[in-house]
């Protein structure tokens, strides 16, 4: 138990360690180029009460400080809240497809974003298109437990095929808005764009959407790390153990729906990372979520940002699709997953 | 009674202004002489930056970028080329920039990289009005001057874009005299129509299978060029899909295609060789036309030289001896 211990706090002080040292490096790079000391200079100076002699050119500082240091920042938090709500997902639904997507979060999320696209909202005003989002994500989430919701009792088989079909409904409709725009390029290429997630663009505004509801969710969350530990055996054992699981699932449904709302509206829909990401934590640190929960929250915060720096770096001056980017990382992964717990099963 | 002291007043008000001509003559001629340059002395202004914003600029632009076509045919007419510092990949794009030898020329070509355009170190940006809002809105938290500008439907669209980034560059004179030379030859070419007895029933195919309506410049370019765009007519708006029935429908004596299609450059060939477009006039008597996608597509001052092309193709006898 001790050594477990000390490997669980070796890897969580691996992922920390990993955490800085990838905002620096991501920060560093992009489509101008900027030396990596000048980065870790500038990042450093923007810490408070601490400041350097500033002898790099400004236009460095301002790539840096407002363009590559918030989308990094951005990454990260999303990215830990992708990974987090999966963890909290596949723990509730005891179900290893679970990922944040299941809730219809993700779809309504999109659905909304892009009627507020189609309908010019987005641009006009800058939060109408996260709001839309995060509106959509909600409603989406409350329609699912309300068609799944029977007698004060939400049974977990329920949930999911409400899940499904509400998130079914929302990408035909997201396509049926598509298909209407399709003559106005410009309208048409932002909705693609925005269906296949990203970060281009994601400046300060969007770090202050972000951080003030999904780092305290996710605090929230850790909390009930046991409760989700004793749902692991079975509604009835967790209720025999003193876990109330309706009210648990309750708020832990609340919370994923109110982090994802938030990731979706500042960053598209991204998928892969919460399914992938709490997998391989939980092959690495085991099923305990007192673990598993921000374990996969910093490895989902390391991901991200390197997703997003392929995007930024590979095919310049284009942009590749944060979406398109997680996916062909987590899709091969997940292949390799079952292919391996397949020769565990079958013992070959 | 009151009439009385109202000249009595305007007296008084003569005298006065008379009185000050004198030092404001001297004093204006004294600035003019001091910082040699009249634009310069209008600086600071205010200008409309679109989206509901405005810009105060301290001195005339001199790291000025453009990331849109358009404006950086209008640039290289208004300013001297050391002044830009970067322009759109399109400009030297050999299908669709009538400026490529000047963008060339010009340090820097570059698309909405944000990063991009902030190392370019910028005091003015031009982008056009549906760029995407997150980078509008990532430029101006990086403090970037940007100023949105209209996207042009119309030849009085290009002109009001003309005026407001000759004023944003304190280059209102040479803004107005491109105006003056688009009249002119939209005049010349007008003067030419004016003796056109039958005008065509035409129309656009885009090679994404769309067709252009009222508001969109290639309807402009039909109508001065001589020709009638049955789409307006038919009470279309903007760009739409058309399906191959209304052409059949509509049937219109010539087609006109643009000659910037990427990736189907052989989309005229495919338009006349279309089976079912064999019974339209214009595939049957061969007068389906491409014209040149920089002429076409332009929403710059060179629009002028898509209605002239326009004109070309309808009315060649027009200009058989030129």
Not at chain 2, 168 to 182: F, P, R, S, V, W
Not at chain 2, 207 to 216: D, L, P, V
Request: charged share 20%; proline share 5%.
């Amino acid at each position: 138990m001790n050594r477990n211990l000390e490997k669980n706090f070796i890897v969580i002080l691996f992922l920390l360690v990993a955490l800085g040292f990838i905002l620096v490096a991501a920060t560093a790079l992009g489509s101008v180029s900027i030396p990596f000391k000048n980065t870790f200079w500038i990042i450093l100076d923007k810490i408070p009460f601490l400041s350097f002699d500033g002898s790099w050119p400004k236009t460095q500082e301002l790539i840096i400080t407002q363009v590559r240091l918030p989308r990094v920042i951005v990454a990260m938090i999303v990215g830990g809240a992708l990974a987090l709500s999966g963890a909290v997902m596949q723990g509730l639904f005891r179900n290893p497809m679970a990922d944040p997507g299941i809730i219809g979060a993700t779809s309504g999320g999109a659905l909304g974003a892009v009627a507020s696209i189609y309908l010019g909202w987005a641009s006009t005003y800058f939060y109408a298109l996260p709001l839309s989002a995060f509106i959509g994500s909600l409603l989406a989430t409350f329609f699912v437990y309300v068609i799944a919701t029977e007698h004060g009792k939400t049974p977990v088989d329920l949930l999911l095929l409400s899940g499904i079909a509400v998130g079914g409904l929302a990408v035909s409709l997201t396509s049926f808005i598509l298909s209407l725009a399709l003559h106005n390029w410009e309208i048409a290429r932002q909705i693609i764009f925005w269906t296949m997630g990203g970060l281009e663009g994601r400046s300060w505004p969007h770090v202050k959407m972000a951080a003030p509801i999904i780092l305290p969710a996710c605090f929230f969350i850790f909390f009930y790390a046991r409760d989700l530990n004793m749902m692991l055996f079975g509604e009835e054992s967790a209720q025999g153990l003193g876990v109330n699981v309706v009210w648990t699932r309750r708020i832990l449904l609340v919370l994923t729906a109110l982090v994802i709302g938030v990731s979706v509206s500042v960053s598209g829909a991204i998928g892969f990372v919460g399914l992938v990401i709490p997998h391989m934590m939980r092959m690495v640190m085991g099923p305990d979520h007192k673990i598993l929960l921000p374990a996969s929250f910093l490895a989902g915060a390391c991901f991200l940002p390197l997703a997003d720096l392929v995007c930024r770096t590979l095919i310049r001056p284009e942009e590749l699709r944060l979406g398109v980017v997680t996916a062909f990382v987590g899709g091969p992964f997940f292949i390799y997953l079952l292919i391996k717990r397949k020769r565990e099963v079958t013992g070959i | 009674m009151k009439k009385h002291r109202h000249s009595r007043e305007s007296g008084n008000l003569v005298s006065l202004t008379s009185l000050l001509w004198i030092p404001a003559f001297a004093g204006m001629t004294m600035i003019c002489l001091g910082l040699g340059l009249h634009a310069e002395s209008k600086f600071p202004r205010t200008i409309d930056a679109g989206g509901g914003r405005k810009l105060t600029l301290e001195r005339p632009p001199r790291r000025i970028v453009s990331l849109t076509i358009s404006v950086d045919e209008i640039l290289s007419s208004l300013v001297d080329k050391s002044r830009v510092q970067a322009v759109s990949h399109l400009a030297i794009e050999p299908t669709l920039s009538n400026v490529i030898p000047w963008a060339r020329e010009i340090p820097r070509k570059i698309s909405q990289d944000i990063e991009q355009i902030i190392a370019c170190d910028p005091d003015i940006v031009f982008l056009l009005q549906n760029t995407r809002f997150e980078i509008v809105q990532a430029l101006l938290q990086a403090h970037v001057p940007v100023v949105q500008i209209d996207i042009q439907n119309s030849i009085q669209d290009v002109k009001n874009d003309i005026l407001k980034i000759g004023k944003a560059l304190g280059e209102e004179d040479k803004a107005k005299k491109l105006i003056e030379e688009m009249d002119k030859k939209l005049f010349a070419i007008a003067e030419k129509i004016k003796t056109v007895k039958k005008r065509p029933r035409v129309m656009t195919y885009h090679f994404i299978g769309s067709t252009a309506g009222k508001e969109r410049t290639a309807n402009e370019m039909i109508t001065l060029g001589g020709g009638i765009n049955i789409p307006a007519e038919e009470g279309i708006v903007g760009s739409v899909k058309i399906s191959e029935e209304k052409i059949i429908e509509w049937n219109p004596e010539a087609l006109l295609l643009s000659g910037y299609s990427p990736h189907r450059e052989t989309f005229p060939d495919e338009v006349r060789a279309n089976p079912a477009l064999q019974t339209v006039s214009a595939v049957k008597n061969n007068k389906v036309y491409v014209i040149p996608g920089k002429y076409f597509m332009t929403s710059s001052q060179y629009l002028v030289d898509g209605v002239e092309a326009v004109a070309r193709v309808l009315h060649p006898e027009l200009f058989s001896n030129e």
